[in-house]
């Protein structure tokens, strides 16, 4: 399996480690109606619920777990991206060939969700795009609170690859 997504993960947990919980907690209204943690959150959520998906053979990306400890400090979201790290290291090629079903909210006027077939890698890739989205994101917020992410945080793949061959 690619160590593409422990990537993806090492880049939060790159940014957590000097990031304070003031600038954690903070939300910078109007702009965002969250904070850095709660993006991490959402982020460690979507990794959760693939992982947990794959335990029960069904993803449910409508499973969240708001305003818990990982949305607050910055200490719990590390601790909970470096049990993802472990998880990842443990997929192997079968499982990510592994199809799965799964579930997410589709309507943004009514509750409704939608469930479909899907394999553990193209879920890998969705929850780490997904991650990424959120990382620009929080990029924004960081420059907001006068704070420097690391390099490339908040850049896709792509993006970095244009940028390395445009260097």
């Not at 940014?15 to 939300?27: A, M, N």
């Not at 460690?44 to 400090?73: C, M, P």
């Not at 579930?103 to 077939?117: G, L, R, V, Y």
């Amino acid at each position: 399996m690619s160590n593409s997504y422990n990537a993806v993960i090492d880049q939060a947990l790159s940014l957590l480690q000097e990031t304070s919980t003031l600038e954690y907690q903070k939300v910078l209204q109007p702009h965002f109606s969250g904070s850095i943690g709660a993006h991490i959150r959402h982020v460690v959520d979507h990794f959760l619920a693939l992982k947990n998906g794959l335990d029960k053979g069904h993803i449910d990306y409508n499973v969240r777990h708001r305003h818990n400890t990982v949305e607050q400090f910055p200490e719990a979201a590390i601790e909970a991206l470096v049990g993802i790290k472990k998880w990842l290291l443990s997929l192997n090629t079968e499982a990510c060939a592994e199809v799965i079903l799964v579930t997410s909210e589709i309507d943004i006027q009514d509750t409704k969700s939608a469930t479909c077939t899907s394999t553990v890698e193209r879920e890998l890739v969705f929850v780490s795009s997904h991650a990424i989205h959120h990382y620009a994101l929080i990029r924004i917020i960081c420059s907001m609170q006068n704070k420097t992410p690391p390099d490339i945080f908040g850049y896709a793949p792509a993006t970095i690859t244009h940028i390395n061959r445009s260097a």
